[in-house]
């Protein structure tokens, strides 16, 4: 069974642009650009918009939201959130996931000590990196550990249905 919300967040509204309610986007997504692939959003405010226009702008992304349609409609909405429903992204293979399926999996390394429970997956640019916070009785003394979430080197298997991780990693560090 899943851990993860029927909604995750795919990108944070930033300045108005214009007096014609346009905004600027920062998108999450792999791609900036992708983010408009998903529609409606679903903002921090409750509300649902759709995307009436956007486009590039220099380095960064611009849209007009339908019923946004000044600048202070647009500055109402500054640095909200956008959100989307799970549903509406991509289906994966059994050997792919999204971060967010990983929290809340068990960590154990391959000799069977439970390392504790994924908190939170983030990118350090040279690769993404695993927080689990240890178990209450670590006996190592350890809160919490990053672990490079590399296959093969540190990661050797990610089983969704036990919601296990496995992981060549001495527990001591």
Known sequence: MSQASDKVVVGKIGASYGVKGWVKI?????????IFDYSPWLLADGKEYQIDQWRPHGKAIVAKLVGIETRDDAERIKNLDISIDTEQLPELGDDEFYWRELNGMQVVTTQGYELGVVKEVFNTGANDVIRVKAKANDAFGQKERLLPFVFDSVVQTVDKTERVITVEWDPGF
């Open 26 to 34: 920062n998108s999450y997504t792999e791609v900036p650009e992708g």
